[in-house]
């Protein structure tokens, strides 16, 4: 059964440097989101993706975070200048129609350790 | 506000018995229900989805009850088995403003014990 898969599975940085996640998306999905998941906490929507530009996005998604399918079969998230709140776990999402209403499957996740 | 409440955090109950949680949300438009399981360090796996045309779905000892007058829909455990200790999130989505994303709730954590 085709999975989302991201990499790394964990990565830690110094408060102040960009950082690059990375995930590939199931491969017949159209639709592709990142969320993200402070330790004990809910999940937490960011960014959904789709036609090759930003569909929706949150409070959270400000200037220092940006997303970019620079391929055929990657879908990357970039936090510019990072911050001990960035913190989290990270998950990539895809769905093969509108993720309101389509299932949204997700990856194992990024760690990502701000310090 | 976009917002589900999720209730309880937490539930402890003994193999065997059933589990309820139970969760309100905010946008009357939404048409979209997912429950999630996360296990402890993984991913979160869908285990059981309804729209709004339905008001319930049952898949072997898993079933989900949505109430549109009243914003609120349940996911029911049956036959609760170790193996179903986890943390479980309702979500929703499909609402105006918000047709590429899902809500969660707070989640909550489940635990069987033999």
């Known amino acids: 059964e085709p999975e989302v898969t991201q990499t790394p599975s964990h990565q830690v940085t110094q408060m102040g440097q960009e950082v690059i996640l990375r995930c590939v998306p199931i491969?017949?999905?159209?639709?592709f989101y990142w969320y993200r998941q402070i330790l004990g906490q809910k999940v937490e929507f960011l960014v959904s993706?789709?036609?090759?530009?930003?569909?929706?996005k949150s409070e959270i998604f400000d200037d220092q975070f940006s997303v970019e399918r620079p391929d055929g079969s990657n879908f990357t998230l970039k936090i510019r200048s990072t911050k001990l709140e960035d913190s989290a776990m990270y998950f990539c999402?895809?769905?093969?129609?509108?993720?309101?209403?389509?299932?949204?499957?997700f990856g194992p996740g990024t760690r990502l350790l701000v310090l | 506000g976009e917002n589900v409440e999720q209730h309880p955090s937490t539930l402890s109950v003994q193999e065997g018995d059933s589990a309820v949680i139970k969760c309100t949300y905010s946008d009357s438009a939404s048409n979209y229900f997912p429950w999630y399981k996360q296990e402890l360090g993984k991913r979160p796996q869908l285990i059981i989805d309804?729209?709004?045309?339905?008001g319930e779905k049952k898949d072997q000892r898993i079933a989900v009850t949505l109430n549109k007058t009243a914003k609120h829909f349940s996911l029911h455990i049956t036959e609760t088995q170790p193996e179903d200790s986890a943390v479980y999130f309702c979500?929703?989505?499909?609402?105006?403003?918000?047709?590429?994303?899902?809500?969660f709730g707070a989640g909550t954590r489940l635990a069987v014990h033999p």
């Open positions: 491969s017949n999905h159209l639709y």
């Open positions: 309804i729209r709004s045309n339905v």
């Open positions: 993706f789709y036609n090759n530009e930003i569909s929706e």
């Open positions: 979500a929703y989505g499909g609402f105006s403003g918000g047709y590429n994303k899902l809500i």
């Open positions: 999402a895809s769905s093969r129609g509108t993720g309101g209403q389509e299932t949204q499957y």
